[in-house]
């Protein structure tokens, strides 16, 4: 869209952590003037295993490593870092990973996670850059189960200026879906980013709660959702693979939002994300102020993860 401005270098500072634990694994192994053999290729795919690359992910990039040292084409250690960076990269077809945006009327965007993944602060990110941009932003509290949530998010509302749509604790999140839809509307808002309940992905309750909410929206805004992000925390590693499953059974995510990617050792994830997953992660969370959020770009992530 234009907005998100985050550079290389930026990525490079956030991911400090996640960097410094791949290059510490990789610099024992990819010492200077070590010969590529078997043994060599069979520590890096535990390494990068241990990364939280992921298994499949790796399995890929061993092959295409040993079919060109077969070839000849790479015959150093020191030539697998450049070989890495170049087929990850590649493996992101070009696809959309920008914020949809609807033809007509608000767009609508749906926002889902468990506790604690980071989710309301990620909205508040992603309406204050919205809002930065001059667009009319409102979110909904649809989250009434915890009275801390609604408060959290009316506080940031109030924080980043933007409007809000809440209930009591404990009213319907659909009714005030409901409302937020109408408010949008009439407000002739440019997005609407509703937030929902975040207890845990196993409870068939919450997960019907969920379908009820997008259905609400769905009627009140045509063609609504226009997005569904769900938020993943980046220090859960591979379990945040296993609730990107659940709730896609659930509801239609189109995006991923991968938040506290700046306090991890575990970036890694991204990858294995994209391989066990056709989701695309659209944005990624740095940091704990609102402007710490930057669109997903495949390529300057891989730079920003190798020294």
């Given at each position: 869209?234009?907005?998100?401005?985050?550079?290389?270098?930026?990525l490079?500072?956030?991911?400090?952590?996640?960097?410094n634990?791949?290059?510490?694994?990789?610099?024992s192994?990819?010492?200077?003037?070590?010969d590529?053999?078997?043994?060599?290729?069979?520590?890096?795919?535990?390494?990068?295993?241990?990364?939280?690359?992921?298994?499949?992910?790796?399995?890929?990039?061993?092959?295409?490593?040993?079919?060109?040292?077969?070839?000849?084409?790479?015959?150093?250690?020191?030539?697998?870092?450049?070989?890495?960076?170049e087929?990850?990269?590649?493996?992101?077809?070009?696809?959309?990973?920008?914020?949809?945006?609807?033809?007509?009327?608000?767009?609508?965007?749906?926002?889902?996670?468990?506790?604690?993944?980071?989710?309301?602060?990620?909205?508040?990110?992603?309406?204050?850059?919205?809002?930065?941009?001059?667009?009319?932003?409102?979110?909904?509290?649809?989250?009434?189960?915890?009275?801390?949530?609604?408060?959290?998010?009316?506080?940031?509302?109030?924080?980043?200026?933007?409007?809000?749509?809440?209930?009591?604790?404990?009213?319907?999140?659909?009714?005030?879906?409901?409302?937020a839809?109408?408010?949008?509307?009439?407000?002739?808002?440019?997005?609407?980013?509703?937030?929902?309940?975040?207890?845990?992905?196993?409870?068939?309750?919450?997960?019907?709660?969920?379908?009820?909410?997008?259905?609400?929206?769905?009627k009140?805004?045509?063609?609504?959702?226009?997005?569904?992000?769900?938020?993943?925390?980046?220090?859960?590693?591979?379990?945040?693979?296993?609730?990107?499953?659940?709730?896609?059974e659930?509801?239609?995510?189109?995006?991923?939002?991968?938040?506290?990617?700046?306090?991890?050792?575990?970036?890694?994830?991204?990858?294995?994300?994209?391989?066990?997953?056709?989701?695309?992660?659209?944005?990624?969370?740095?940091?704990?102020?609102?402007?710490?959020?930057?669109?997903?770009?495949?390529?300057?992530?891989?730079?920003?993860?190798?020294?």
């Amino acid at each position: 869209m234009g907005i998100f401005t985050k550079t290389v270098q930026y990525l490079r500072e956030r991911l400090g952590k996640t960097r410094n634990r791949i290059s510490s694994s990789l610099s024992s192994i990819l010492t200077f003037g070590r010969d590529i053999d078997e043994d060599l290729l069979d520590e890096l795919e535990e390494t990068l295993i241990s990364d939280d690359i992921g298994v499949e992910m790796t399995s890929k990039l061993i092959s295409d490593l040993r079919t060109a040292y077969r070839g000849r084409r790479i015959v150093k250690s020191e030539d697998i870092i450049p070989f890495l960076k170049e087929h990850m990269k590649s493996y992101w077809p070009e696809r959309d990973r920008q914020l949809r945006i609807a033809g007509s009327g608000p767009t609508a965007i749906l926002v889902a996670g468990i506790n604690g993944s980071g989710k309301t602060t990620s909205i508040a990110k992603l309406a204050y850059v919205l809002s930065r941009d001059k667009k009319k932003v409102i979110v909904a509290a649809c989250d009434t189960f915890r009275a801390a949530a609604v408060e959290q998010l009316a506080i940031w509302a109030e924080r980043i200026g933007v409007d809000i749509v809440k209930q009591q604790s404990g009213g319907d999140p659909a009714a005030v879906a409901f409302d937020a839809c109408q408010a949008a509307v009439s407000r002739d808002a440019d997005f609407l980013i509703l937030d929902t309940a975040g207890r845990l992905h196993t409870k068939k309750n919450l997960m019907t709660e969920l379908k009820k909410i997008r259905d609400v929206v769905a009627k009140k805004i045509p063609g609504a959702p226009t997005e569904v992000l769900l938020v993943l925390d980046a220090t859960t590693g591979q379990n945040a693979i296993i609730q990107a499953k659940m709730f896609t059974e659930v509801i239609d995510v189109t995006g991923i939002f991968l938040a506290k990617l700046d306090g991890t050792a575990r970036g890694g994830i991204v990858i294995a994300i994209k391989d066990m997953l056709d989701i695309p992660v659209k944005f990624v969370g740095l940091g704990e102020q609102p402007e710490d959020i930057a669109e997903f770009n495949p390529a300057e992530f891989v730079e920003a993860l190798f020294n």
